[in-house]
């Protein structure tokens, strides 16, 4: 299998005019756009979580408009079987063979639209595609096509017909991210420009596939200074030693958060790691992965966050790092 190269700076280029393109239809966040660009270089997936008609789903067309990619699309409703996601074998009479029909889950982004109101047991048919990049229908096992996103929005727990998603298939999201309510005026420019989905149709693809995963690639190479690890594991203890946390960040969860911020520093043009690139990714990477005592749910979500300012407070920033063997003041 050959690979592409991308010169970092090129590569940086490319991704700031994805940013402008989807600004032109999601107005006024920047930096959600960005996370989920960070996602997407780190090789993890998202979950956008907020209420109806906020633009999640717009968002993910926006960002899957601006990339040439293959997209698929899950509308999850509570009787969405497993095979509607993965897909599933198809006898044929006349040969008397199986021939496999792929599923949405078989593209390069997929949209899972409102995940929780799937039942656990159709939400479990996504983990081994989000984990493993592999699917097995019928004991057969289907690779996933690189690159694999996955940007799935949720309705918060206390809608109707929703389900709590399990922490096992919460910690396979790299990034929880929330767009909320645009500010007043950015509302108004929002009514000035008329429909989105018309913006939407405009959209040309900038970024190609091979590139997508050329830059996942590059992004495991961005330098992580020992001090910066021994920081994210520092944080992490702090959340576990927390007094209102009955399940602290596992170092599963502190891997990626690494990735994470590896991605977030290729993304601003740097081949190596910062501690601000650390506090900026710290909450959509961590807030999910955390489990709190006796919280009411619609509360979870606020008590969260808390808990990562508390760490992210509890533990001194490093003001002495190396970059690629050289001596470098953070």
């Keep these: 299998m050959s690979y592409i190269r991308m010169e970092h700076e090129h590569a940086v280029e490319l991704l700031n005019r994805v940013i402008k393109r989807v600004e032109s239809i999601i107005i006024g966040k920047k930096q959600e756009i960005q996370y989920v660009l960070t996602a997407m270089l780190g090789g993890g997936h998202v979950l956008l979580e907020d209420v109806p008609g906020t633009g999640k789903t717009m968002l993910v067309r926006a960002v899957a408009s601006s990339l040439s990619c293959s997209m698929g699309?899950?509308?999850?409703t509570s009787d969405v079987m497993p095979a509607d996601v993965t897909g599933t074998s198809m006898y044929h009479p006349h040969t008397s063979e199986f021939t496999f029909?792929?599923?949405p889950v078989m593209s390069n982004i997929v949209l899972a639209d409102e995940i929780n109101r799937a039942s656990p047991r159709t939400q479990s048919a996504l983990l081994e595609a989000m984990e493993e990049r592999r699917i097995t229908?019928?004991?057969?096992?289907?690779?996933?096509?690189?690159?694999?996103?996955?940007?799935?929005?949720?309705n918060p727990l206390q809608f109707e017909g929703t389900y709590r998603l399990p922490e096992a298939q919460l910690d396979r999201f790299l990034m929880r991210i929330g767009l909320g309510y645009p500010e007043p005026e950015q509302e108004v420019e929002l009514l000035t420009r008329g429909q989105s989905r018309e913006l939407l149709d405009e959209l040309r693809p900038v970024v190609l596939a091979e590139e997508v995963s050329a830059m996942q690639r590059e992004v495991r190479h961005v330098h992580v200074d020992s001090v910066v690890k021994q920081y994210l594991v520092a944080v992490a203890v702090a959340t576990r030693n927390h007094p209102a946390v009955r399940l602290g960040i596992s170092p599963r969860g502190t891997l990626a958060?690494?990735?994470?911020t590896q991605?977030?520093?290729?993304?601003?043009?740097?081949?190596?790691?910062?501690?601000?690139?650390?506090k900026e990714v710290a909450q959509p990477v961590l807030a999910h992965r955390i489990g709190l005592k006796g919280?009411?749910?619609?509360?979870?979500?606020r008590g969260q966050e808390q808990v990562i300012q508390d760490a992210l407070a509890s533990v001194p920033v490093p003001v002495q790092m190396?970059?690629?063997?050289?001596?470098r003041r953070s």
């Design 73 to 76: 699309r899950i509308q999850f």
């Design 101 to 103: 029909r792929p599923g």
């Design 137 to 154: 229908v019928d004991g057969t096992t289907h690779v996933l096509p690189r690159p694999f996103f996955l940007l799935a929005t949720q």
């Design 257 to 260: 958060w690494m990735v994470a």
């Design 263 to 278: 991605a977030y520093a290729y993304l601003q043009g740097r081949s190596y790691v910062i501690p601000d690139d650390v």
């Design 295 to 301: 919280q009411n749910r619609t509360e979870t979500f």
């Design 322 to 327: 190396t970059v690629q063997g050289r001596g």
